[in-house]
């Protein structure tokens, strides 16, 4: 993908700091952060969307991000919580079209935050609403989910 950023960035066409690779992912500091230490974890082949990477790829997405909170808590950067942010789809406000994690420390008052409807704090939907929805996403779910309880 001659056009990607990431991918550019992944030749080696484009410089990036990076902090881990192998042959499924790598991690990188984002070069606009949200706060210092921010960092973008990428699967190495391209895939614009979630359901375009494998299962196997996906988790190491997360094990990459879950030991990335574990440096950024013990490196001396301000840190008081860590948030992950994967965004899929456009409407999901996804700006660049190779699937990527963001693991960003956060800290008190430190101006990012999230906006909601003003509906989300007064809506509660019904138990059956709810119960319905969760059935029909149990019958969509990938047979390959290994599935625990369903409760």
Do not use: W
Not at 13 to 40: K, M, T, W
Not at 84 to 97: H, K, N, P, S
Not at 118 to 138: F, G, K, V
């Amino acid at each position: 993908m001659a056009e990607c950023i990431f991918c550019r960035i992944l030749t080696g066409e484009l410089p990036a700091s990076f902090v881990y690779r192998d042959h499924r992912c790598a991690a990188f500091l984002d070069i606009q952060p949200v706060n210092p230490g921010h960092l973008l974890v990428v699967p190495v082949q391209h895939g614009a969307y979630l359901a375009d990477i494998d299962p196997e790829t996906a988790a190491d997405l997360m094990r990459v991000g879950h030991a990335a909170a574990a440096a950024l808590r013990a490196s001396g950067v301000r840190c008081e919580g860590v948030n992950f942010f994967l965004a899929d789809g456009e409407a999901a406000m996804q700006e660049i079209f190779h699937v990527h994690l963001h693991v960003f420390p956060r800290f008190q008052n430190d101006g990012f935050g999230l906006k909601f409807n003003p509906e989300y704090y007064t809506r509660r939907p019904p138990r059956a609403e709810l119960d319905e929805l969760a059935a029909t996403l149990r019958r969509r779910m990938p047979p390959a989910v290994e599935r625990g309880s369903q409760t």
